[in-house]
């Protein structure tokens, strides 16, 4: 083939597909002849070898999305991704006198960056055995992070003692890496009462999530306890 048929064929292909392009208001299509994008491609599509950085330090806020007919556009990363839900359960039945209904304070629910207890207060003879609920890290934070929660509280399943209170602490419970795995108390008051439950908000510094921690305390028989501890953590 000589050269000079090589330029006019690349000169008349230049042409075509400029003719193409005028005839479809500037659109290119591969693989149709009417393109009703700026690029149109019809057929699959391979790209490799991209780069960035986006896992690695979290800066992207937007990804591509497709609809029913193929067309691409950008949307915000939040706006599309699902709501993820994670659930913990932890339950239990502890038996004994009215006065030693007692939690067993080695059973733990671990919840992503929690965990859970029901301590065993062997000096409260009142409230039929008590039971504070208390919390920690799941695993040490490698610095301080600070804890905020809010509760709602409702206890007594019949009669005057009937009530409803909401807590929240003003300042955060401080965790460091030398403390995360102390225990400490929920800010609701002396233990679980006979019917009482409690449903508690808390998040963890810098993470895009929230837990809601529901906890229950109910007489089975006249002498056990059942222990229920449910944690759920939402997130985007």
């Known amino acids: 083939m000589s050269k000079l048929f090589k330029i006019t064929l690349l000169f008349a292909s230049i042409v075509f597909s400029l003719s193409l392009q005028a005839q479809n208001e500037g659109r290119v299509g591969i693989g149709t002849e009417n393109p009703t994008r700026t690029l149109h491609v019809q057929g699959d599509a391979q790209m490799k070898g991209l780069g960035g950085t986006a896992n690695a330090?979290?800066?992207?806020?937007?990804?591509?999305?497709?609809?029913a007919q193929g067309n691409i556009e950008y949307a915000n990363i939040w706006t599309v991704t699902p709501t993820r839900k994670r659930v913990w359960h932890l339950q239990y039945t502890t038996t004994g006198s009215t006065t030693l209904q007692r939690p067993n304070t080695a059973n733990v629910l671990e919840a992503g960056r929690f965990r859970f207890r029901f301590f065993n207060d062997t000096g409260n003879t009142t409230n039929n055995g008590s039971g504070r609920l208390q919390f920690c890290l799941g695993a040490n934070p490698g610095q301080n992070v600070g804890i905020y929660l809010n509760q709602e509280q409702s206890w007594g399943d019949s009669g005057t003692n009937d009530g409803f209170e909401f807590h929240a602490w003003a300042t955060p419970q401080i965790f460091t890496p030398?403390?995360?795995?102390?225990?400490?108390?929920?800010?609701?008051?002396?233990?679980?009462?006979?019917?009482?439950?409690?449903?508690?908000?808390?998040?963890y510094p810098g993470e895009n999530s929230f837990y809601r921690i529901l906890v229950y305390r109910l007489n089975t028989t006249a002498n056990s306890s059942t222990w229920i501890i449910t944690a759920e953590e939402y997130s985007n």
């Open 178 to 203: 030398a403390n995360w795995n102390t225990y400490r108390d929920m800010p609701y008051g002396p233990g679980m009462g006979v019917g009482e439950m409690n449903e508690i908000y808390m998040s």
């Open 57 to 67: 330090t979290g800066a992207h806020s937007e990804m591509l999305v497709a609809d």
